[in-house]
């Protein structure tokens, strides 16, 4: 890593000199070395820059899919709460019968036989 790549590094992932050193394990002074050319980044240290990397995406990556978790279970009690009135919207109506007809379609005679005994069930 070169002076402007350990510059951009630090940029990218928005921490302070301070904040790089503690990651780094060294002190300021050797960040600021670095950023201005007069000492090369060891290979130990970009290693555990790539280490600190890896685990931000990996962080990315889980809070991602917890907001998309978040954001389908909002759609899906604004649809429920709303089903009446989206029933009544020709589009809409269409589209779930289409969807149905196939699933019915695609369902194999055992499938249909569990669906039944479990309705029974729960009558």
Known sequence: MNKLEIKAYRKKHNLTQKKLSEIAGVSIRAVQSWEQGDRNVSQSVIKLLQEHETKLF???NINAEVFKSQELDAL???CLNNW?????????RTRMENEATKLAYEMTPEIIEKFRAEWEKSK
Do not use: I, Q, W, Y
């Open 84 to 92: 009446d009135h989206l029933m009544n919207v020709p589009l809409f």
């Open 76 to 78: 899906a009690v604004d």
């Open 58 to 60: 990996k962080e990315s």
